[in-house]
Every structure is written in C-alpha cells, then in structure tokens.
C-alpha cells in the first residue's frame, strides 16, 4: 500500500473531495496557462487555481489548496475584454489572466501514477509545485467573479511575460514563435511532442529549456557590453547579476534558472576577489547554499544534470584547455607588440613572429592592420571552434550515465548537434532580445534582427531534425545496472583527479570516461528474469492492455501496448511513457516477439514506440485490419525490417521452452473496422502442467468459439477489461481458473470492470487482481504451481 499525507491542513481536506463526485469550486488562478488548439477547432486552457470554497450539494467547506483544472471550449480568436460577462466569455473561450476570480462545477480527483517499477513519480512532481487534486470542465460552466486575489508584484510578472508571448508570436510565424517562446522564456505549450522528440533524440533538448546555457548567455553579452562602454568590473557585475536575477523572475521556471544565477552571482563575486581559479569552489559553495534550503534536491535529477554539467566541464576541460589551447590564446593578444614576446616561451613566441611575417607579405594587398587583425581573429575562431568541440566531448562522455539512467537514451548524434545548436542558440537569444527590445520603439526596427533570429533558428531547427530523423540517433539504452553506474561515476571522479597531473595520466583518465560511456551505449544489462518458470507480468497502462511474457529460457513477448483514444486529445504516449520505462527498468533492450490482439487504440496506441524502441524480431497479429491506425503501424514494421506474421486459431509454436496455442481468430476471419473485438487474438501459453489464456477484448460470440476447446488454465486474462460483453459463464467453466487479472483503468468512464463480472468470478473461486487498485501484477508458472507477485515501488 501506498500512502502520501500532504504537509497542509488545507491540501489534506481537499483530497477528502476528490473522489469524482459532483462539487462547485471557487477558486482563483495562480499560474495561467495558454490555449492550446484541438480537433475540430476546439481549445484547453490549462491552469493552476487556489481553492476558496467547495460546495457540494448544500454544504461548503473554504479549503485553500492547489488544483490543476483543464478547461475546454471554442478556440479563442482575439483578446477578449476584462468586463465582458460570463455568457459572452464562453463563447469564444476566455483566456484566463493570474488572479481572476471562478466559480465552476467540476470532478476532483488525486493525481495517479502510473503503478509500474519505472515509472515517472506524477503525483509528486505535482506535489512539489503545490498540486494536490486534478479536474476538466467545459469552458461555458465557468463564472468569472468579481475581485482580484492575488499578489500585484506578480500580476505585473504575469502581464509582462504574457506581452512577451503576444509580441513574439507577432514577430515570427507560429512554428518559429513556438520554438522561441521555449528558447526565451521556457513557455514549451505550443510546442508539438514530436518536435520536442527530435531534440530529445539529438541531446539538444537543453536549449529549448531555461537552463544555465540562456543565464551565460545574457550575462556574457551584457558583461562584455558593459565592458566595452568602460563601466568598471564591479559596476558591471552588479548590472550583470540583477539582470540574471530579473530573468529569473521572468521565466518562473522554478529551481534550473535560479541554480544558474546562484552559480553566476558567486562567479562574478569570486572574479572580484581574485579567485578566479577556484571555479570548482564557486560550484560547491552554490550546491551547498542550494542543500541547506532543500537537502532533498540533491536526488532530484535537475540538481544533478545542472552541477554535473558545470563539473565537467570546470574538472576535466578546462584543466585540459589550460594546458592547450588557452597558451595559444594569450599568444595572440596584442600581436603588434614585440615586448610581449620576451615574456612566452620560445613555442608562443615563435607563432607571433610567424603571424607577423605572413601578415608582412599580406600587406602589398590588403594595406598594414588589416593582415594582422584578420590572421589573428581567424586563429582566434579556429581555437574558440577547437575548445567548444573538446567541451562538446567530455560533455558527451561525462552525460552518458544520466542520460541512460533518466532518459534511456544514447545520444550518438549530440556532438555534432550541440556544435550546431548551441552557437546558434546564442545568436537567436540576442537577435531575438534585440528584435523584442526594438519592436516596442517600432515594429519596422525589429524586422532585420528578426529575421536574423528566424534564419538562425530555421538552420538550427532543420539541423536537428534532419540529425533526429537519423535512425542511429533513437538509440536507446535500458537502466544501466547498480555496478556500472558505481563504476562509471568513479572514472568520472578519475578524470577529474588526474586532469590536472602528467599528460600520461590525463589521458588514462580520459580513456576510463570514454569507456564508461561506451559500455553504457553499446552493452546492454542482464534483464531481471527467473529462470526455469514461465512469467506473465501485466502491466499498469491506465484502460488497455499490455501483457509481457518472459519463457523459461528468457524468450520475450508483448502482448499489445496499451493506448489512448484520439478523442481524449492526449499527448501521452503509453508506449513510451508507460511500457519502454517498465522494460528499461527490468534491463530489456530488446524483444523477441511483439504480438497485437486487435486495432483498437488501447491496445495499439503504444504500439509505435515499442516497435522503434525495442526492434522486436517478429510482429504478430490475429487480422489484417484496413483500419488506417493499424496500416500506418503496418507500415512503421516494415521501415524498422521488422517481419509480420499472422496467427489463426490451429496454430501451435514453441518460444523458449513455452508452448503457445492460437485459439482465435478462426481460420476464416474477415477483418471487420466496426468491430475488431471479434477479431482479437487469443492465445493459451503453457509450461509444464501449467498455463495461462490471453483473451485481448474477445466477447461473448468468440469466447463461446473458445470455450468449445476446453482450454483450460491456471491463469486468466479477463478479456476487454471486465466488460459485461465478455468473461461468459460458459468460458469460465471451461477454462476452470484459479487465478485472473483484470487490466483497467482508475475511474474510467466505462465502469470495467462490471460488478456482473466480478460476480462471476467470485462465484467460481478465482482470486482476481486489477492493474487499477494493485498496479503491475506479475504471475510464475514454474511448471507444476502459480504463484504471484505484486510490483515493488520506490
């Protein structure tokens, strides 16, 4: 069992609420959200209010606790007016500023995890940003109150950073304002999943996230400004770290953006003191001062990622680049005096007094500064190009075991994507802020850093998703074991010792990284299996279905991948949300078997993903449906060279010492759109004397064909998620089992599993579970006896 108290009187009396039943809330909004379009011209909003009060029936209760509610209606074509009332504000949609005032019916539920070993931790990620219930509701039941609550310093936030959107999307076309509304401002709602894939896949996805990469930025050009205009070192450094403060506040991104301006505050203080060299220091006077606030952020990935990141680099390149390339820097400085010289070695020396004479001979041309100047800057861009590529490595390999561990990702193509995107992110970010700046004197001024900003972030766009689209770049790793990660952060610490000791053990620690990382990409883990028993695990995805088989001999199957229905207008992949990090978790990199009972999007949806991620050897189906989802599946299987093969009721196969009986389709089933529960694929799987039968959402007409076999069994997958349609008296005598598993979604708007059903069950002695109230349930059959188990979660 498990049980989360929240810390607030007020968040623990509004979970008491949120059960589904009907309630009137009055609330106020903490964090507004933008309209996000749907199908058929429809539009959400999705916000974060603060209770006022809660009525249910003639009963209300002020509770003041946090609640995320989705609401839907007509898409929203221009601003609407503050006074309007609430019959002309749902229609079109009103958007909703911080610190409005509603009152709406609504559903409240708690946030549900998925209840798998792998799986994301939603409601505490929830829990941290103040969110203890979720709710939707259509737009048109909203009233919008009179009053304001909230706090004026923040309103003022909210409308800036509001402006800030309109005015970029007036500045560029959707695509590219939906890109710089994450690049500037960490607004990613108009960003589309597989747009923020093709990042994700190319280890670029940090610049599409306010991270400490927009914090160097925008302190790097204003310093230098600053600079330049001959403000002294400390009055720039002030400047510098309040407009770091100020982008803080702007972004509202949470603990990343303040990490980075912590991090840039004691840098620029450390360089007043003199205590440039003691970069490392800076970083752990940072990470401290953030654990003394919260010691539990030190196993949140985010702290981790950012110090990880500076580490690296401040540990192992810049030792390495103190040694090469920034001699040769310093070299190239003032080249026209020759007094200089006298204070390098003879090496450096010699490269002045070899730019000179070329630029010597260069002067009959182009006249006498113009040579020097331009060998030296080019130099000086071929070094800069030289350092940004050795940062890029050890990035690469220093990454690779938090990309594994959090992302199971390889990301092959990382390198030559950051040497693309990262020096075109910094000319976006200050084109881009040129062109904001400018468009509020005159939108004519801003057109040329604007299109500056729109090319840079075309080349940039084009780059990563041509590198993405790279079959090579969707590599993807399973959880990389407790060894290798000890292994692997120690050559990380290795590396960072010997950085600064002779050449020979630089490059041994060099080598100990670069093998780590290699071992995370290129050797998978052992899977967590038994071996000798036959395992049938059924996995938590919500209302649908997927079932992982593992043989004696540690053969794998996957039987369907859950889903979800296009009409809930979900961006939830279950495929590779839910079922990839299950098989990551256990060490599985790949399958044998992927088996899809029928086209039906709870069964299908997740399908892709699987298909891509684990690059099954076989694919099978009980129907060649025309349904145009499982076509385009079709079609996906053959660009991955992933066989499909079709099993009717006869067939018999042998897989790792299992033995599977095909008992439906029949041999003559035609594929039928309108119903394809009639065509599921039904399977009895067997080992020893015991046996298991897998019914995909077979109904009565199919089971009554089943049932005529006597399959009997040990184990039962309810079919169709305990529908009345299914789980037929007839089918239970036959199969006779001791054991079921229902696999349904929490509070689903079918009502599955029926009580008829579980009736049924109860009736015939058979011990049932449910992925809706025990999560991933996974059942041994060694041969003589079943036994079973449910998952354990951290």
């Known amino acids: 069992m498990h049980v989360r108290i929240p810390d607030e009187q007020g968040s623990a009396s509004l979970l008491s609420f949120a059960d589904g039943r009907d309630l009137v809330v009055t609330a106020h909004v903490t964090k507004e959200g933008n309209l996000r379009e749907k199908a058929r011209g429809d539009a959400q909003q999705r916000l974060d209010l603060e209770t006022e009060k809660i009525e ?82 259509k737009a048109e039941t909203v009233e919008l109150l009179p009053g304001f609550s909230g706090n004026r310093a923040e309103l003022w936030r909210t409308r800036l950073r509001r402006g800030l959107i309109e005015k970029i999307h007036r500045l560029w ?187 010597g001979r260069l002067q009959r041309f182009f006249g006498k500064r113009i040579p020097l100047f331009m060998l030296s800057g080019t130099v000086r861009v071929l070094l800069l190009g030289c350092e940004f590529l050795v940062v890029s490595i050890v990035l690469q390999a220093g990454f690779a075991l938090p990309m594994a561990y959090y992302f199971h990702r390889a990301t092959l193509v990382s390198l030559p994507a950051n040497v693309l995107a990262v020096p075109l992110t910094e000319i976006i970010m200050v084109a881009a802020i040129v062109a904001l700046i400018a468009s509020y004197a005159s939108l004519a001024l801003a057109k040329v850093p604007a299109m500056i900003a729109g090319a840079a972030l075309q080349a940039m766009n084009g780059s990563v998703h041509w590198l993405g689209a790279l079959r090579i ?45 290699f071992w995370i990409c290129a050797v998978p883990p052992h899977p967590q299996m038994r071996n000798g028993v036959l395992e049938l695990t059924a996995i938590d995805v919500g209302q649908g279905d997927s079932i992982l088989l593992v043989s004696p001999q540690g053969r794998t199957l996957l039987v369907d991948a859950g889903g979800i229905p296009f009409w809930m207008h979900s961006e939830l992949d279950i495929g590779e949300d839910v079922v990839s990090p299950y098989l990551w978790s256990r060490g599985f990199h790949q399958l044998d078997v992927v088996a899809l009972t029928h086209a039906h999007a709870d069964h299908m949806g997740g399908m892709a993903a699987v298909l891509a991620n684990f690059h099954p050897r076989e694919l099978w189906l009980g129907v060649d449906s025309p349904s145009a989802e499982l076509q385009t599946l079709l079609r996906e299987a053959k660009a991955l060279n992933i066989p499909v093969i079709l099993h009717k009721a006869g067939d018999n196969l042998e897989i790792g010492g299992a033995k599977f009986a095909v008992l439906a389709p029949p041999r003559d089933a035609e594929a039928h759109v309108s119903r394809p529960n009639d065509e599921s694929l039904v399977m009895k799987v067997s080992y020893g004397e015991t046996s298991a039968l897998l019914e995909g959402d077979a109904e009565k007409k199919t089971e009554k064909q089943v049932a005529e076999e006597n399959p009997q069994a040990d184990l039962l997958k309810v079919a169709h998620h305990g529908s009345a349609t299914s789980t037929i008296p007839e089918l239970l005598a036959a199969v006779h089992p001791r054991f079921a598993v229902i696999s349904v979604g929490a509070r689903n708007v079918y009502g599955h599993p029926r009580q008829e059903v579980l009736d049924r069950l109860a009736q015939a002695h058979v011990l049932t579970y449910r992925t809706d109230m025990d999560g991933a349930v996974t059942f041994y059959l060694d041969g003589t006896t079943v036994t079973s188990q449910l998952a354990v979660l951290h």
């Open 173 to 359: 076309k959707p695509d590219e304002a939906a890109l710089l509304d994450a690049i500037l401002i960490g607004e990613n709602s108009f960003l589309g999943r597989e747009a923020l894939t093709d990042f994700q896949r190319t280890g670029t996805y940090h610049v599409l996230v306010i991270s400490g990469l927009k914090v160097a930025v925008l302190a790097l050009v204003m310093f230098w400004l600053l600079r330049r205009m001959r403000v002294s070192e400390l009055v720039a450094s002030v400047i510098t770290i309040l407009l770091a403060v100020a982008y803080a506040l702007l972004t509202d991104v949470g603990a990343p953006v303040w990490r980075a301006t912590l991090m840039l505050a004691l840098y620029l203080i450390a360089r007043l003191l003199y205590r440039r060299r003691s970069i490392l220091n800076t970083i752990g006077a940072a990470a401290l001062a953030l654990l003394l606030v919260d010691p539990t952020a030190l196993l949140g990935a985010s702290f981790q990622l950012s110090f990880l990141c500076v580490l690296v680099i401040a540990g192992i390149g810049t030792p390495f680049l103190e040694r090469t390339t920034q001699p040769l820097s310093r070299a190239l400085r003032s080249l026209d005096a020759t007094g200089y010289d006298a204070a390098l070695s003879p090496p450096l020396a010699q490269l002045r007094l070899d730019i000179r004479m070329v630029a």
């Open 56 to 137: 249910t029936g003639a009963e209300a209760i002020a509770i003041h606790s946090g609640v995320r509610v989705s609401f839907y209606g007509r898409e929203v074509r221009n601003e609407d007016a503050k006074d309007e009332s609430a019959e002309s504000a749902s229609s079109p949609m009103h958007l909703l500023r911080y610190g409005e005032r509603l009152r709406f019916p609504v559903k409240l539920y708690p946030p549900r995890n998925f209840r798998n070993p792998g799986a994301f931790d939603y409601a505490e990620y929830l829990a941290e940003n103040g969110i203890v219930a979720l709710g939707s509701t």
């Open 473 to 517: 770049a969707d590599t993807r790793v399973p959880t990389p074991q407790l060894a290798v990660i000890l292994l692997s952060a120690g050559a990380l610490v290795l590396a960072m010792v010997l950085s600064r000791r002779r050449r020979l053990l630089v490059a041994a620690g060099w080598a100990a990284l670069a093998l780590s990382a």
